[in-house]
C-alpha cells in the first residue's frame, strides 16, 4: 500500500485516524496548547492512563525526545503517542536531534502496534518556542526517511493550526 504524506488544517482531537501525537511534557501530567485540547477531548481516562505510567525520575513519565503511547478513551483516535518536544534554547543544546527523535520514536511506536494513520502536531512549535520553518524542516524530513520502510502506515498526517502553520508544510513537502 502506497504511504501517503499530507498536510491538513484541523484541531487534531477531531481527526479519526489511529493515532494522533500529543506534545506533552515529560511529567505527562497535562498543560496548555494541544496537550490541554488532547486532554479536554478525551476525558479524565486519559489522565488516569497517563498517571498510570511510572516515573522515570522524579516528575519524567516521558524523557524529551522519547514516546509513550496510551489509548484515545472519548476521541475518535484511537490511540494518543505522547511525545516531548525540546524546550528552544537557542539551538546548541541538541535541540535538532531531540526533535527529530520524537518524530521517528512516534513513527516506530505506531508501526509496532501495527496502526495505519497517524497525525502529528508541530511539536515544539508553541510554548516550547521551537522555530516553526526549522522544526517543520526537521518533521518533514525524519517522516520522509521513516516513509521508505513504513510498515504498516499507510498515511501521515501534518495537523496544522492556521494557515501560515499549513502554508510551511506545504512548501516543505513540495521542496
Ligand atoms: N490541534 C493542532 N495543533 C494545535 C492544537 C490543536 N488543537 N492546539 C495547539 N496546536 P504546544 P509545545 C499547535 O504549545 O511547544 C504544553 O503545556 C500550536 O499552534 O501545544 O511542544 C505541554 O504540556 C503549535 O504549533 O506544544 C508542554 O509542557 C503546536 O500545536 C508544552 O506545552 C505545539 O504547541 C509543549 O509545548
Request: net charge negative.
Amino acid at each position: 500500500m502506497p504511504l501517503t504524506l499530507e498536510a491538513i488544517e484541523a484541531d487534531i482531537t477531531t481527526l479519526a485516524l489511529d493515532a494522533i501525537v500529543n506534545a506533552a511534557s515529560e511529567s505527562l501530567s497535562g498543560g496548555g496548547g494541544v496537550d490541554g485540547a488532547i486532554h479536554r477531548a478525551a476525558g479524565p481516562g486519559l489522565m488516569d492512563e497517563c498517571r498510570a505510567i511510572p516515573m522515570l525520575r522524579p516528575r519524567v513519565r516521558c524523557p524529551t525526545g522519547e514516546a509513550v503511547i496510551t489509548g484515545g478513551h472519548r476521541l475518535p483516535a484511537r490511540y494518543v503517542i505522547h511525545t516531548v518536544g525540546p524546550v528552544w534554547h537557542g539551538g546548541h543544546k541538541g535541540e535538532p536531534a531531540l526533535l527529530a527523535s520524537c518524530y521517528r520514536r512516534c513513527l516506530t511506536l505506531a508501526r509496532d502496534q501495527e496502526l495505519s494513520s497517524i497525525a502529528f502536531p508541530a511539536i515544539s512549535c508553541g510554548v516550547f518556542g521551537y522555530p516553526f520553518t526549522e522544526a517543520v524542516a526537521i518533521a518533514v524530513t525524519e517522516v520522509r526517511a521513516f516513509a521508505e520502510e513504513p510498515g504498516s502506515l499507510t498515511r501521515i498526517v501534518f495537523c496544522c493550526f492556521g494557515n501560515r502553520a499549513l502554508d510551511a508544510y506545504r512548501s516543505a513537502l513540495a521542496a
